[in-house]
């Protein structure tokens, strides 16, 4: 079932079906737009190379089995969410290489998913969200950004025991001007450190409460500070 009749709008959706299947498609070049919630029980939703807006999304599993729910999300893909983003432990996420998930609303945010980093990991994540986004503790694996992790505005706080960022020293975790994030378990960062993202004051603050991991990176394989 493809949604690709050029840029809509609906309040809410939910999708229920064959389990695994592609029951419908998010195509390319398509700006699609949900002003409530975005809820996957059963089947599998693939995002194109296109533009997702969503107040919240759910990712269900109406079974112990894993896989009831599941996203698909292409290269290239951006989704942004300006509500709470749920994945219970059956649900699956799967994003695409150089795919953005963004936080952008404008009260605070949760994200809670449950499940291994292979079901639930981002490849770039992005949070603009002056009131602060909280990641909740995922008790079945942990938080992971593939690629780039960047903190435009606001806080952002990773309960998370084992935090791991960047898989390569081409990849960047920035922190802008008066953002600050927090992480409550250890910090693994295998890419870039820079707080020299936005022009502005470079003023952005990293807590770390836990461990840093001791390898060749340690808090980055480079270090922006800024000016």
Request: proline share 1%; glycine share 14%.
């Amino acid at each position: 079932r493809p949604l690709n009749d050029g840029n809509f709008t609906v309040s809410n959706l939910k999708f229920n079906g064959a389990t695994d299947a592609v029951d419908a498609t998010v195509a390319t070049a398509t700006t699609f737009t949900v002003t409530g919630t975005l809820e996957i029980t059963n089947g599998a939703v693939k995002i194109g190379a296109a533009t997702l807006d969503l107040v919240h999304l759910t990712i269900k599993s109406t079974t112990a089995t894993a896989g009831e729910g599941l996203v698909v999300v292409a290269s290239g893909a951006t989704i942004r969410v300006s509500g709470s983003w749920t994945q219970e432990s059956g649900g699956l996420w799967n994003a695409g290489t150089d795919s953005t998930v963004e936080f952008d609303g404008t009260s605070a945010q949760t994200v809670d998913q449950e499940g291994t980093t292979d079901n639930t990991d981002f490849e770039s994540l992005k949070t603009s969200n002056a009131a602060g986004v909280t990641f909740l503790d995922n008790s079945l694996g942990g938080f992971e950004v593939d690629e780039n992790l960047t903190i435009v505005s606001g806080s952002a706080v990773f309960q998370d025991a084992t935090n791991h960022v960047g898989d390569a020293a081409s990849d960047t975790f920035g922190i802008g001007s008066g953002a600050s994030a927090t992480f409550s378990g250890n910090y693994d960062n295998d890419g870039a450190l820079s707080f020299n993202i936005d022009g502005g004051a470079d003023d952005g603050t990293l807590t770390v409460a836990g461990a840093i991991t001791d390898d060749a990176s340690d808090l980055g394989t480079a270090f922006t500070p800024g000016s």
